[in-house]
């Protein structure tokens, strides 16, 4: 087993970014919290993420969670939430791949280069790491997806936006990361234009 941070394996990505759980609330039975998920495990021999480290330093494997609307719910929880948007069943697997596979090198234009680039002009990057920042940039680019935004500008939905990310991401203030939010909620809009 080859195990290290996603973070620390900076050639591997998530396949679906949506599984980035970092920041979120992590709830267990009757709802209580956890904590903040602040780290992926990952075996980069088996392709996917092997579990998750909490703030509290307490860690979850990966077959005993699920995510679902922006939170972890470990295993015999039921999510505040109910059922909706369940992205993963437990002991479904969440993959990881190398960046050269997945065509980052040869597509830079692709969301997330283009995320790095506004990350390059837009952050501090003595004080931020990308990694730090992505899941703020996901959280936008899927929001902006969402039927209840369509239609709307970004100033129109950013004050649900907040709410939203503040109950998902707790750990992280909004307002560091808002400039990330808003370039991924316009430039998910060019998916629809």
Same mark, same amino acid.
């Given at each position: $087993?080859?195990?290290? *941070?996603?973070?620390?394996?900076?050639?591997?990505?998530?396949?679906?970014?949506?599984? !980035?759980?970092?920041? $979120? +609330?992590?709830?267990?039975?009757?709802?209580? /919290?956890?904590? *903040?998920?602040?780290?992926?495990?990952?075996?980069?021999?088996?392709?996917?993420?092997?579990?998750? #480290?909490?703030? +509290?330093? %307490?860690?979850?494997?990966?077959?005993?969670?699920?995510?679902? !609307?922006? &939170?972890?719910?470990?295993?015999?929880?039921?999510?505040?939430?109910? #059922?909706?948007?369940?992205?993963? &069943?437990?002991?479904?697997?969440?993959?990881? $791949?190398?960046?050269?596979?997945?065509? #980052? &090198?040869?597509?830079?234009? /692709?969301?997330?280069?283009?995320?790095? @680039?506004?990350?390059?002009? @837009?952050?501090? *990057?003595? +004080?931020?790491?990308? !990694?730090?920042?992505?899941?703020?940039?996901?959280?936008g680019h899927q929001m902006a997806q969402r039927e209840h935004f369509q239609g709307r500008?970004? #100033?129109? /939905? %950013?004050?649900?936006?907040?709410?939203?990310?503040?109950?998902?991401?707790?750990?992280?203030?909004?307002?560091?990361?808002?400039?990330?939010? %808003?370039?991924?909620?316009?430039?998910?809009? +060019?998916? *629809?234009?």
């Amino acid at each position: $087993m080859a195990l290290q *941070t996603l973070r620390d394996a900076a050639e591997w990505r998530l396949v679906n970014p949506a599984h !980035d759980v970092r920041g $979120m +609330t992590v709830r267990g039975p009757g709802g209580s /919290s956890h904590g *903040t998920a602040q780290q992926l495990l990952v075996d980069t021999n088996l392709e996917e993420v092997y579990g998750i #480290e909490l703030d +509290t330093g %307490r860690t979850f494997a990966a077959r005993q969670i699920r995510i679902g !609307d922006g &939170e972890v719910i470990t295993e015999g929880t039921r999510s505040e939430h109910g #059922e909706r948007n369940i992205i993963k &069943e437990f002991g479904q697997p969440i993959r990881v $791949m190398r960046r050269e596979e997945a065509g #980052e &090198e040869e597509a830079p234009d /692709s969301f997330e280069g283009r995320f790095r @680039a506004h990350f390059n002009r @837009a952050f501090d *990057t003595e +004080t931020h790491a990308f !990694d730090d920042v992505a899941p703020a940039y996901w959280f936008g680019h899927q929001m902006a997806q969402r039927e209840h935004f369509q239609g709307r500008t970004y #100033e129109a /939905s %950013r004050r649900s936006l907040q709410s939203h990310f503040r109950k998902r991401s707790p750990a992280h203030p909004f307002e560091i990361v808002e400039p990330a939010i %808003r370039f991924a909620f316009k430039q998910a809009r +060019t998916l *629809t234009l």
